[in-house]
C-alpha cells in the first residue's frame, strides 16, 4: 500500500496554520506514500513500519526517501531525534495512524499512545483510521486484526491518556 492524498495535507496543513517547520509522523507507513507527498510539498515528513516487506522489496517510495522511511516496533519504547540537534526529540504537528491500531494486542496499546503522546506537538493532532472487522488468514490460522472495538472504545483509550478528540 503506498497511500497518498493531497486533499488530506491540504486540509492538515490549513488545520496547523500552515507552520514553516510543518512535520507529520505516519505510523505504519508501508510504502510510504504519504511521507513522500508531505517532503514533495516541502516539509518533513518521517514513516514508521512494522514490517520490513516494504523496504526489503524496495516498494513504495523506500528507494526515494530513505533517509524518512524506517522499520520499527511502535508499540516498544523510541525516540526520533533532530537531524540537525541530534539530542532534540523530534516532535510533530500531526501524527497519523491509518488501518494499523487494530493489529495491535490490546495488552500493547498503552505504550504506543505513550509514544503518540511524547512524538506529538503541544496542541498537534492524532489522526487515525481504525478496522472494526475481523481479518485473518484461513489458512494459516493468522489473525490479523486482534483488537476489535468501536469507535466510542478507542476514544476512551485515548482520553485515558489525555487525548482529547476533536471532530472537525
Known sequence: ?????????????????????FALL???????GLVR????DGFLAVGLEGSDTAK????GEWGHCPLHLFTCDITEPFHLRQAKIPHDLQTFHVVTAWEVLEHIPEDRLDMLIGNIATHLKPGGYFVASVDTLPDGNLVS?????????????WVRQFANQQFVEVET
Open 1 to 21: 500500500d503506498n497511500s497518498k492524498n493531497l486533499r488530506f495535507n491540504a486540509k492538515v496543513y490549513q488545520l496547523c496554520g500552515r507552520p514553516a517547520d
Open 26 to 32: 505516519d505510523l505504519g507507513c508501508a510504502g510510504g
Open 37 to 40: 507527498s508531505v517532503l514533495d
Open 56 to 59: 526489503s522489496l524496495g516498494l
Open 141 to 153: 490460522d493468522s489473525i490479523y486484526h486482534v483488537t476489535l472495538h468501536d469507535k466510542a472504545w
